[in-house]
């Protein structure tokens, strides 16, 4: 119960690296509130974790909006006293194996949009929450693509360098006020996102889509083991860690 008495707003925390984090956070002694556009899913994590015995609530949240990120982060205040950790795991993979003149202005746009645009809004309208608890804990979901290496999007990687180099500002600017920031970079985990994303690679390539995704499965790292990091960095126990993860 290294989360005991915090509360943790989860972006993205329907499904994937999200729904596994809201999950584990409750586990973990977290009461949570998970934001995502997926509304049957995102409450279904909701009332899984209710049924466990842990506290999570729900709200309907696209974090393009300002409105919409700022309610999220009233509601979990409202429910819950009080904002310890946020963590940012919205984000769309759109445009892959595309080469520059065929990838559009507007996907192109649409990825920045969502995954930096959106990571910047929840990390605005949480920070007042963030400095009245005195202390708290600030999760960017990046990736190896775009801070190690390539991606199979140019937008995609594009958008996760940005995450990145959100995360590092964040960490100088927030210090002062006690607030850890770290930006995670998953490597290839079996999301939905991920698994969507072989599947263009085998077709792209010619390849038998169902041959792709059975390997996929074999191979990938399960969504829990990134949760797992995650809910230790929004602990005490982390204090000493400072700067960018990587996982598995």
């Known amino acids: 119960m290294r989360l005991q008495g915090k509360v943790a707003v989860i972006t ?6 999200g729904g596994a984090t809201a999950r584990q956070f409750a586990a973990d002694g977290a009461r949570v509130a998970i934001g995502d556009v997926l509304v049957e899913e995102g409450e279904a994590t909701a009332t899984a974790i209710r049924a466990e015995g842990g506290q999570a609530l729900f709200v309907r949240t696209d974090v393009t909006s300002e409105a919409e990120c700022a309610a999220l982060m009233a509601a979990a205040a409202q429910a819950y006293g009080r904002l310890d950790v946020l963590v940012c795991c919205a984000g769309v993979l759109k445009g892959a194996f595309l ?42 979901l990046a990736s190896g693509a775009g801070v190690r290496g390539p991606s199979s ?7 996760k360098g940005g995450v990145h180099g959100l995360a590092m500002t964040l960490e100088q600017r927030l210090a002062p006020a006690g607030i850890r920031v770290h930006d995670v970079c998953p490597g290839a985990i079996a999301t939905r996102m ?11 390539a010619g390849g038998s889509v169902e041959d792709a995704i059975a390997q996929a499965e074999v191979t990938l790292g399960d969504p829990i083991g990134v949760a797992r990091i995650l809910a230790f960095l929004a602990s005490d126990d982390a204090d000493f860690v400072r700067g960018t993860i990587h996982t598995r």
Do not use: C, M
């Open 153 to 159: 999007s140019l937008a995609y990687g594009t958008s």
């Open 12 to 17: 993205g925390g329907a499904r994937g690296i």
């Open 99 to 140: 080469q520059p003149e065929e990838l559009d202005a507007e996907t192109f746009a649409n990825v920045i949009d969502i995954n930096v645009k959106g990571t910047y809004l929840a990390v605005r309208t949480a920070t007042p929450w963030l400095r009245q608890a005195g202390k708290g804990v600030v999760l960017l």
């Open 194 to 204: 991920k698994l969507d994303n072989v599947a263009d690679g085998a077709r792209h």
